[in-house]
């Protein structure tokens, strides 16, 4: 098999349903999805050599990766609704898996800064590009069907990243990096 069809020559792409533009808001919310991947890609290799501390993590990251890969391929489906792979159940288990983690965190009183060690930062990163991704799926689902689980299950893994960045710091023995200019906001 080839790897270039050159099909897309032309600045189309094909989605389940059709062909559309390669700049078409559905292929824009699963290109940011994918995007996100990379990125927890990029995470789980920060995590290589600490499979110790990070045996739990690495194993949701993996989930999720995959989860992301079925964001993407319900949102590529354009035209009258399909059967969605991504569902409730799976928002519902990232909110478990935000509560579990979070009771290792120390109380929130400032904003936080991304940062602090480079798993931490490279979840950061995660979050924002996930957070870009929320906002692509939002335009989108105000034109065309989509599911809405996808969009539910992006806010909820923003959630997740903050919350396991904040974990990296502490196992890391790192202090969160917080915005020093404002005051105390979460009481």
Known sequence: MRIYTRTGDEGKTSVVGGRVAKDDI????????????????????YLDGHEQRYTDLISDLTVIQHELFDCGGDLAQAGKKRDYKVTA????????????????????????????????????????????????????SREEESNDEVRRYLNRLSDFFFTVAR?????????????????????
């Open 167 to 187: 974990v990296a710091n502490k196992r890391e023995g790192r202090l969160d990096v917080e915005y020093e200019r404002g005051s105390d906001v979460f009481r």
């Open 89 to 140: 159940k799976h928002v519902t288990r990232l909110e478990e898996w935000i509560d579990r983690y979070d009771q290792e965190t120390t109380e929130i009183k400032r904003f936080i800064l991304p940062g602090g060690s480079a798993i931490s930062a490279s979840l950061h990163k995660a979050r924002v590009v996930t957070r870009r991704a929320e906002r692509r799926v939002v335009t989108l």
């Open 26 to 45: 559905r292929v824009e919310a699963y290109g940011t999805v994918d995007e996100a991947n990379a990125i927890v890609g990029e995470a789980i290799a």
